[in-house]
Structures are given as C-alpha cells and as structure tokens.
C-alpha cells in the first residue's frame, strides 16, 4: 500500500455513504492502520447529494482537508453522474467504482473522459438478495475494499464481523445479511 489511500465518496443523503466511510475508516483502524473518515454535507436533507471521505495509511496522516485528487471515488448513486463531477481530481493511476445495473460501456460517457479502471456493481441486486431491502452501502464497501487492497478480504470480513456485532447487537438477523452482501459484492465487482 503507498503511504496514503484516499478515497472519495459521493451518494445521497439516507443512502449511507457517509455511514460506509465511517465503517471503513474503523476497520481500517482496527487493522492497525492510521484513519481518517468524514462526512461533507451542510443544511442537506434526505436525497440530497453528500460527499464523505477516507485516508487510510500505514503511517500517521498530517493532512486534515477535504480530498480533492483521490486515488478511487466510489459512486452510490449513479444519477449522480448527470449533475457532480464524480472524477474531478480522481488519479488516472486509480480507479471509479460505480452503482449501476448499466455496463461499463454506457457509463464511460457519462465520466467526462475520465481514463483510469472503472469498476461497476449493481448493489441493489445484490443488496435484495442479501437482505431483502435496499442498503446500497455495504455492497459499496466491499467492492471499494476488493479494488483499492486497502486490506485483505479475509481480514475485511473479519472485522466487519465484529463491528456489526456490536452496531446490531439487538438485532442478530442484520449481521447475517450484512454478511452475506458484503461477501456477494466481492464477486460481485467487475
């Protein structure tokens, strides 16, 4: 891993990427690594677009902006896509990946010539069949995880365990389910 990952996040409110940022940034930190994950957002409401971010490093991070050259963005909405400059910054040498039931074909038009990998997953496919709703943000996780290397998939899931086995204590049902969209999403990914 370089010294710094960062990853940019963009969705809308009530879709969890900020949620999925945060659980990033703690797995990451229970790896042993430095973190950092935040939100961007002001007076928004519910639908509106929000940003969130990740660093992650194996060294202490001195930096404490927003991300504004990412080495992956991350895409929980795709009608984002017609209204936000999703690869603004975004490092030909990283990678987009994107929310979508549509090929990667009919998304490149929509990338402003963006000329990095560009990854796709339908997380409502895979987050229905996992857990019977739409959460768009753990499927999101995983395939981030599985394009950036930010950690190893047996690790990930590992911790991810454990951080859902204390979020949904009460709830044991919603662990499993997580799990399994977690685990669908690596695959997933393409």
Not at 67 to 96: F, M, N, Q, R, W
Not at 121 to 146: E, H, W
């Amino acid at each position: 891993m370089k010294d710094i990952v960062e990853i940019r996040w963009h969705g809308r409110g009530g879709q969890g990427a900020k949620t999925a940022a945060l659980l990033l940034a703690d797995v990451a930190f229970q790896t042993g690594k430095y973190v950092q994950g935040f939100p961007e957002y002001g007076p928004e409401r519910m639908g509106a677009p929000i940003t969130a971010y990740n660093r992650i490093s194996d060294t202490q991070i001195r930096v404490h902006s927003n991300i504004y050259d990412p080495d992956y963005v991350v895409v929980v909405d795709e009608s984002l896509l017609e209204t936000v400059d999703v690869t603004k910054g975004l490092k030909k040498e990283g990678a987009i990946v994107i929310n979508t039931e549509k090929t990667k074909e009919e998304i490149l038009p929509h990338l402003h010539g963006y000329e990095g990998k560009v990854f796709i997953i339908d997380a409502r496919k895979v987050s229905v069949a996992a857990l019977g709703k739409y959460f768009p943000n753990s499927p999101m996780l995983a395939s981030i995880v599985k394009v950036s290397g930010v950690m190893d998939r047996e690790t990930f899931m590992k911790e991810m365990r454990s951080s859902f086995a204390h979020k949904f204590a009460s709830k044991p049902e919603v662990i499993e389910g997580n799990m399994k969209a977690l685990e669908m999403a690596f695959d997933e990914v393409h």
